[in-house]
Nanobody, 127 residues
Framework: QLQLVESGGGLVQPGGSLRLSCAASGFTFDSYTIGWFRQAPGKEREGVSCISRGASITYYADSVKGRFTISRDNAKNTVYLQMNSLKPEDTAVYYC????????????????????WGQGTQVTVSS
């Protein structure tokens, strides 16, 4: 059964850090570009970061460049999003997402298409 399971969200103060994890199962993990998307209340879902199958190519939204780092461990079928210097505007539900078969980072971020979503994890940045 195909699954993407996010973890690591929570409440953090401005300037703090969190690391999100996305554990994948049920498919050949290293054959897919994987991304992190987020949706804040009242806003459209946006692509935050994507990483290629071999981890050599990454994409970051301008709003997170220099603060967020995406990585993947294909041996563990897991993608990570390290989030530093968090701001209140980073508050959102963060979703792990799988790109379409053989899709590149450019074809996946920032606007998809996405063929499978995780259930999401809440990140709240507030004092």
């Amino acid at each position: 059964q195909l699954q993407l399971v996010e973890s690591g969200g929570g409440l953090v103060q401005p300037g703090g850090s969190l690391r999100l994890s996305c554990a994948a199962s049920g498919f050949t993990f290293d054959s897919y570009t994987i991304g992190w998307f987020r949706q804040a209340p009242g806003k459209e879902r946006e692509g935050v970061s994507c990483i290629s199958r071999g981890a050599s190519i990454t994409y970051y939204a301008d709003s997170v460049k220099g603060r967020f780092t995406i990585s993947r461990d294909n041996a563990k079928n897991t993608v990570y999003l390290q989030m530093n210097s968090l701001k209140p505007e980073d508050t959102a539900v963060y979703y792990c997402a799988r790109g379409r078969p053989l899709a590149t980072v450019r074809a996946t971020c920032p606007a998809g298409p996405i063929d499978y979503w995780g259930q999401g994890t809440q990140v709240t940045v507030s004092s």
